[in-house]
């Protein structure tokens, strides 16, 4: 049986984040991870609090979003290369009309989120239509594996590649069982193991109201540059490489259980419908990635980990908000 000051399980965005923040209040963790289905693995993740079809504004997003632009600043300063940009357009495709006009921004976003405004989208984003279009200055997206690779050095993290099978409280400490047969006792502890964790534990199919948690979803490429600058707007597109795009994510239904099968064609096509509307050129997508989220859970609702701190169900926002979250939870330690 070996000893650790604070245990981590999960090593996605939410557990390295932790990882890193934990270090930096001068705690040493170890991190058990078993690295499958790791929703962190998207090819690219965009840091936006500008969210959805209707451009609702997340909760503390905007604090998410500084605190995780903050968080890749001090890594790079620190030498990590690290893949990321700021400034990220929102064409006003399919808005209502008033959502078409500058004054319905500026009354949203003034004084939180600095934006330009175009009354005509500019022309390296390709769209087909001549809509308005917002330029989020602040917002933007990183390459998450960048991220991951460098939080996984810096926070110094003893990492142990294996499945916790069981967490229990046993006075001031924590037991761990691993899949190898060894066990873990730890004086802290936090939770991080995402979708993939939940179905593992096989308790989280549907919250306390009844909604299927595990929200699948994928991301598509096309063969050719349909935008120059990454552009969000409900969907989101990004040039991937010299001359694909990437696009999605795929609408899918929410699942009582974890489904890591392939998007079904329907979906993709409907993607690809969507985007070849909006882009004015007929395509071909295929799917390069494929994840599944947990749902962001309500407070009425928290992952049932008697006893036992967690930082998960981040929903489609785990990189605009695990950092900002992560900065309170080392707070407490
Ligand atoms: C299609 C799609 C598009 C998305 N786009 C965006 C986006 O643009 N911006 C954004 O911010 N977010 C986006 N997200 C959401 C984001 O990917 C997730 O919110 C985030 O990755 C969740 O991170 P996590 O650390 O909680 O979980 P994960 O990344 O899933 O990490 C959990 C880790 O814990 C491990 N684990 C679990 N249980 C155990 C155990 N018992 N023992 C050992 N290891 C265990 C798993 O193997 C995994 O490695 C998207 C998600 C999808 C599916």
């Avoid at 022309?123 to 939080?151: I, Y």
């Avoid at 047969?181 to 991080?192: D, Q, V």
């Amino acid at each position: 049986m070996s000893d650790a000051d604070l245990l981590i399980v999960g090593g996605g965005v939410a557990g390295l984040s932790a990882a890193w923040h934990a270090k930096r209040a001068g705690r040493h963790v170890t991190l058990v991870d078993e690295g499958i289905h790791r929703a962190s693995d998207l090819p690219i993740a965009l840091i936006n609090p500008l969210r959805g079809h209707t451009g609702r504004l997340v909760t503390n997003g905007i604090e998410g979003m500084h605190a995780t632009f903050a968080l890749i600043d001090t890594l790079r300063d620190a030498g990590h290369a690290i893949e990321s940009g700021r400034g990220l357009h929102r064409p006003l495709i399919d808005v209502a009309p008033a959502a078409r006009h500058e004054a319905f921004w500026r009354a949203k976003l003034d004084g939180t989120l600095a934006f330009d405004w175009h009354v005509r989208a500019p022309e390296a984003l390709g769209l087909v239509e001549p809509v308005p279009c917002l330029h989020l200055h602040d917002a933007g997206w990183v390459a998450p594996l960048s991220l991951l690779d460098a939080l996984k050095i810096a926070s110094d993290a003893t990492l142990i590649v294996d499945r916790a099978t069981d967490i229990a409280r046993a006075g001031q400490h924590h037991v761990v069982g691993l899949a190898s047969g060894s066990t873990l006792t730890a004086r802290s502890i936090l939770w991080c193991g995402g979708a993939w964790g939940a179905a593992l534990l096989d308790r989280h199919a549907t919250t306390a109201s009844g909604d299927a948690l595990y929200k699948p979803g994928s991301l598509l490429v096309v063969d050719t540059l349909l935008t120059a600058m990454p552009l969000s707007f409900g969907l989101y597109a990004a040039p991937f490489g010299a001359d694909r795009t990437l696009i999605g994510p795929t609408r899918e239904g929410s699942s009582a259980t974890f489904a890591a099968d392939p998007a079904s064609p329907e979906v993709v096509a409907h993607l690809a419908d969507r985007i070849a509307r909006v882009f004015g050129t007929t395509m071909t997508a295929h799917e390069v990635w494929r994840g599944v989220r947990l749902a962001r859970l309500s407070s009425s609702a928290t992952v049932a980990l008697d006893g036992i701190p967690t930082l998960t169900a981040l929903g489609s926002r785990g990189f605009l908000m695990a950092p900002w979250l992560a900065v309170a939870w080392a707070r407490s330690l």
